[in-house]
């Protein structure tokens, strides 16, 4: 295991940093959509006449970046799986649309790992560091497959913020959050169960063939 993981670092740590311009500007760019998430949301509490509430702006703002950030992930992913050399050489150019996708997603949990500092969230925090340097190993050549399958995974975040945002609404409970709630666990077993073990199945038989 250990091996596994110097060999994966030693080629997805470099090349995530000849990317950084990539990595940083999205962080940056994560960081004005959060900023504008929290002026909608001031604006929404105002209009619906709620107390102002700065946890429920943080929320607000915090739950459009991760779902602008799903719906980019797993639209761009989706078009580029299965398209490229599978998994296993230097054949992959570097700036590939591929890479863009996870040098987007670098600068996503950079930005969340800054947010979650912000809040004093040690799991959140825990949770953005692991995620960042998941991207950052994925980004070795014949690890970029597995990289882009693992953000399908993202395609329940909408369907989780969705169920949030009916809370928000005072829609609990309702009937299109329930719906929402069949939908979510169809598409939670159908991409993190089923989609998620053949992928990570892939992953180490690319290892085993690789002698890696």
């Given at each position: 295991m250990i091996d596994l993981m110097d060999s994966i670092w030693g080629n997805g740590a470099p090349r995530a940093k000849q990317r950084w311009e990539t990595v940083f500007g999205a962080a940056i760019g994560w960081q004005v959509l959060y900023l504008v998430?929290?002026?909608?949301?001031?604006?929404?509490?105002?209009?619906?006449?709620k107390p102002q509430d700065k946890i429920t702006e943080r929320d607000w703002g915090s739950k459009i970046v991760s779902i602008c950030h799903a719906c980019l992930a797993v639209s761009m992913a989706t078009s580029l799986i299965g398209k490229l050399p599978k998994n296993n050489t230097a054949e992959i150019d570097w700036t590939s649309k591929a890479v863009d996708v996870l040098s987007i997603t670098m600068g996503y949990y950079l930005w969340e790992t800054y947010n979650s500092f912000q809040l004093g969230d040690s799991l959140l925090i825990l949770r953005s560091v692991a995620g960042f340097l998941?991207?950052?190993?994925?980004?070795a050549p014949f690890a970029i497959q597995s990289?882009?399958?693992f953000l399908i995974q993202e395609l329940t975040t909408p369907f989780l913020v969705f169920h949030w945002l009916c809370n928000q609404m005072e829609m609990k409970e309702s009937g299109i959050q329930l719906i929402n709630?069949?939908?979510l666990v169809l598409v939670f077993f159908r991409v993190r169960i089923v989609f998620g073990i053949s992928s990570s199945y892939e992953f180490f038989e690319c290892r085993r063939s690789l002698q890696i």
């Open positions: 998430g929290r002026l909608s949301a001031r604006k929404w509490l105002k209009l619906t006449e998941v991207f950052v190993v994925g980004s990289a882009l399958a709630a069949f939908l």
